[in-house]
């Protein structure tokens, strides 16, 4: 039986049958993650870019994410179309409502110097990287990251999918080949990952055998949209290899196969979906978001994100 993947709306609409205190929430960003990856995939047609380098093995056994001292050409002319397409859905959201304008203007034209500050911080995670640059700008440094993030995840997107091809739950990533990639970071960009994935069998449909029993672990990036196997009983942000230090937490019987996964030596967690239990496959960024009230719970237990988001600071 060939598994459907879904839309970040489709995926939004049975979370918020699921758990309809979260609909006020996930109707605002649905149309922006939808506009996102419409963008993105246009993109990967309609705009002339660059080719991201290739997997190279000896670099990634070290460590090496691609990216890692890759020098990007001028972006201005890609952030600049993205920027001007998602105007309309970031109007819409209420943390930013009257408050876009300044910064569309300066995303129709980053200066080619300020893309590499702009990088370090979306990478790292570090809003406080854009305090001097925000304060030339006369911009709010938070705000700046926030849709830097955005902009960044699109135009990535489109680089991954042109250079290693579209993102299918039931690809082998160049970087899966011989398990190169260790990292519980990306192999593409370095950014942590958003959340984990266990896979389904895999069923050789022309004589039903079954060929994987499923279970494996994956991590993927909310950033580049990047996937990669990960051992299954190791913590990403630690490294430790200790199965009693890691730890499931879920929320309730009928759990659609979400639950956090997270580390008592570290205290570092992130949200882990068993696509054993899913009929579709859900949208991995959109499941993500979907599963706030996990990351609540976290919070109260004092357990940290290990991709801090917009959805799981909670200050
Ligand atoms: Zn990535
Ligand atoms: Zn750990």
Known sequence: MQQSSQTAEQTFTDIMLWRPALKNFLTVFSPLFMAMDKLSNEMVTNFDLFALPACQPERMQNGISIL????????????????AQLSGQLQA??????????????????????????????????????????????????????????????????????????????????????????????PVCGAYPTIGWLDKPTI?????????????????????????????????????????????????????????????????YYPLVDLRERINIPHLDAQALGMLHLDLIAHEKGLMPLRLSFWNSFN
């Open 93 to 186: 959201l209420p943390n930013l409502q009257g408050n876009v304008d300044p910064y569309q203007k300066y995303f129709a034209q980053v200066h080619l110097s300020e893309q590499a500050i702009l990088w370090r911080s979306i990478v790292t995670n570090d809003a406080n990287i854009l305090q001097e640059l925000a304060e030339k700008l006369n911009l709010d440094a938070a705000i700046l990251h926030f849709l830097a993030k955005f902009f960044f995840s699109v135009l990535l997107k489109a680089l991954v999918t042109k250079t290693y091809g579209a993102s299918d739950i039931s690809k082998e990533w160049p970087w899966d080949t011989n398990n190169v990639w260790q990292q519980g970071y990306c």
């Open 68 to 83: 890692a001292d890759f020098n990007f050409p001028d972006l201005a002319q890609p952030l600049a179309h993205i920027s």
């Open 204 to 268: 050789d449909e022309r004589n039903t055998y079954l060929l994987e029993g499923g279970g494996r672990k994956h991590l993927h990036c909310g950033l580049c949209g990047a996937n990669w196997r990960f051992l299954r009983l190791s913590c990403p942000n630690c490294g430790i290899n200790e199965s009693k230090e890691l730890e499931m937490l879920t929320c309730t019987d009928n759990t659609h196969g979400e639950s956090l996964d997270h580390c008592s030596k570290c205290n570092s």
